[in-house]
């Protein structure tokens, strides 16, 4: 059973950093671009960053300067780096394809709550 574990959530003070993995168990990644995704209390689930197989990578511009996303095929394991989190990243965070045509199933994802 294929299944997105996301990890690495929690509460933060504004300003400060979480790094979030999200690991693939009964699979692997097969080269598939991965994107990290977020969805906040009332609002639309929004792709944040993303990562292809060779490395190269894309931001939302909401957080570009701030979030760094990265992967290790050898883990089946997708990263995304948040540093200078504001109050409006928070959110509840998944990772998953980055293919408008094949999704895993999502994750349970993981909370990343940031007071001001």
């Known amino acids: 059973q294929v299944q997105l574990v996301e990890s690495g959530g929690g509460l933060v003070q504004a300003g400060g950093s979480l790094r979030l993995s999200c690991t693939a168990r009964?699979?692997?990644?097969?080269?598939?671009?991965m994107g990290w995704y977020r969805q906040a209390p009332g609002k639309q689930r929004e792709l944040v960053a993303t990562?292809?197989?060779?490395?190269?990578?894309n931001f939302t511009d909401s957080v570009k300067g701030r979030f760094t996303i990265s992967r290790d095929d050898s883990k089946t394991t997708v990263y995304l780096q948040m540093n200078s989190l504001k109050p409006e990243d928070t959110a509840v965070y998944y990772c998953?394809?980055?293919?408008?045509?094949?999704?895993?199933?999502w994750g349970q994802g993981t909370q990343v709550t940031v007071s001001s």
């Open positions: 990562i292809t197989s060779d490395g190269s990578t």
């Open positions: 998953n394809a980055n293919l408008p045509w094949f999704k895993f199933s």
């Open positions: 009964g699979t692997t990644f097969s080269r598939k671009p």
